[in-house]
Nanobody
Framework: QVQLVESGGGVVQAGGSLRLSCVLS????????VGWFRQAPGKEREFVAA????????NYADFVKGRFTISRDNAKNTVNLQMNNLKPEDTAVYYC????????????????WGQGTQVTVSS
């Protein structure tokens, strides 16, 4: 059984940084595509960033390009999301997702999800 556990959320002032981590258990991360998504209150879940199995391909939503970086350490079964220059509009619950056959932008295509971690950016 694949399980994902996120950590690293918290409260930060605008312009600050946070580093989210997602640990996958039950399988080897190296065979999974991984995505980060977020959901703000009253809004739909939206794509943030994704990494293919070998990290050779990464993709970002336009609103985080140049500020967020996705990285993975397959030996530690961990995917990180470094978030810099945070803005109040980045406030949301952030989720990591994994799938053995997909590493794109559509949430519905991912089979496995973490429980989410809250990120709050104050102005």
């Amino acid at each position: 059984q694949v399980q994902l556990v996120e950590s690293g959320g918290g409260v930060v002032q605008a312009g600050g940084s946070l580093r989210l981590s997602c640990v996958l258990s039950g399988r080897s991360l190296g065979s999974y595509g991984v995505g980060w998504f977020r959901q703000a209150p009253g809004k739909e879940r939206e794509f943030v960033a994704a990494s293919s199995w070998s990290s050779g391909y990464t993709n970002y939503a336009d609103f985080v390009k140049g500020r967020f970086t996705i990285s993975r350490d397959n030996a530690k079964n961990t995917v990180n999301l470094q978030m810099n220059n945070l803005k109040p509009e980045d406030t949301a619950v952030y989720y990591c997702a994994a799938d053995p056959h997909y590493s794109g932008t559509y949430a519905v295509e991912y089979d496995f999800w973490g429980q989410g971690t809250q990120v709050t950016v104050s102005s």
